[in-house]
């Protein structure tokens, strides 16, 4: 599946570089993405085409029917998976090459996931499930313990850390995901469904969180097929049948919460 590298630059090329005019580097870097499944005889054109570039800051909702690709596109993103052609930059990393233990790494560091179901580690404080990718990334005992509770307070838990996920509500077990989830700094922060296992006022607490995490100019992106949800963020991106139908910034309706800025301010 690895296709010949093309130079960045032909030499004599008519777009010279501009030192003067730096373009900020893509959080997501997605052109011509295709992926095929092969199941038996059938093929299914899950994504046929899909260019997408997400600079850091935004705030992208993807959206899309059942079948559409979503969770395709979640996948790659997420290095989880590879396309079957087409070429895909992560913050700068063309991940296309990479074996599967630099895969993991690239995720580690650049990733922060979330995912509806929470996938707390139960009986695990709401303090440890937040240190332990810091653990994964070799992060010494003191520092993780600081850094996990900064992030707790970012989504305003300070005070639920010696809790158990049992110990919470879904919202809370939420916050505590996105906890985990940006303690390491990613450049991305990934969600899938997030707001699916929750009701009508933990979503909207979730989303303002969301919101009020990019205001503090960390990039989201979520998969939803909630039209509320996807209301929060800032561009809009629907797909269908594999395919990119719509990609549109609008003005999101939700603000981040007042309650939780004091928090957030003291995370780097
Ligand atoms: P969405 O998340 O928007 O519901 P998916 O990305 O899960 O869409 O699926 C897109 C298409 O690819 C669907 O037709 C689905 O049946 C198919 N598909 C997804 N995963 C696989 C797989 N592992 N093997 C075969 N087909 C798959
Ligand atoms: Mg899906």
């Not at 008519?14 to 059938?42: C, F, H, N, Q, W």
């Not at 990613?186 to 909207?204: I, K, V």
């Not at 963020?233 to 003005?251: N, P, Y």
Request: net charge neutral; with cysteine.
């Amino acid at each position: 599946m690895a296709d010949a590298p093309t130079p960045i630059s032909a030499p004599g090329g008519s777009s010279p570089a501009r030192p003067d005019a730096p373009m900020p580097r893509p959080v997501i870097e997605l052109r011509r993405i295709v992926k095929t499944y092969a199941t038996g005889d059938l093929e299914v054109h899950a994504l046929q085409g899909v260019d997408v570039v997400v600079d850091p800051g935004d705030f992208v909702a993807i959206i899309g029917a059942s079948g559409s690709g979503k969770s395709t596109l979640m996948n790659i993103i997420g290095c989880l998976d590879v396309p079957t052609s087409g070429r895909f930059f992560l913050d700068g990393v063309n991940v296309q090459h990479l074996d599967d233990n630099q895969l993991s790494k690239v995720r580690n560091k650049k990733i922060g996931f979330i995912f509806q179901s929470f996938n707390l580690i139960p009986r695990t404080t709401a303090l440890a499930n937040v240190e332990l990718p810091l653990a994964y990334a070799g992060v010494r005992r003191k520092e993780r313990r600081t850094r996990a509770q900064e992030a707790l307070e970012a989504v305003g838990l300070s005070d639920r850390g010696h809790h158990m996920p049992s110990e919470l509500s879904g919202g809370q077990q939420q916050r505590v995901a996105v906890a985990r989830a940006l303690v390491t700094s990613p450049a991305l922060l990934l969600a899938d469904e997030p707001t699916g296992n929750l009701d009508t006022h933990s979503t909207r607490d979730v989303m303002q969180l969301f919101a009020e995490l990019n205001q503090q100019g960390r990039t989201v992106v979520l998969i939803t097929h909630e039209d509320e949800v996807a209301g929060c963020a800032k561009r809009v991106i629907q797909l269908r049948d594999g395919r990119v139908m719509s990609d549109e910034r609008h003005a999101p309706v939700i603000g981040p919460a007042p309650i939780l800025v004091r928090g957030l301010a003291e995370v780097g």
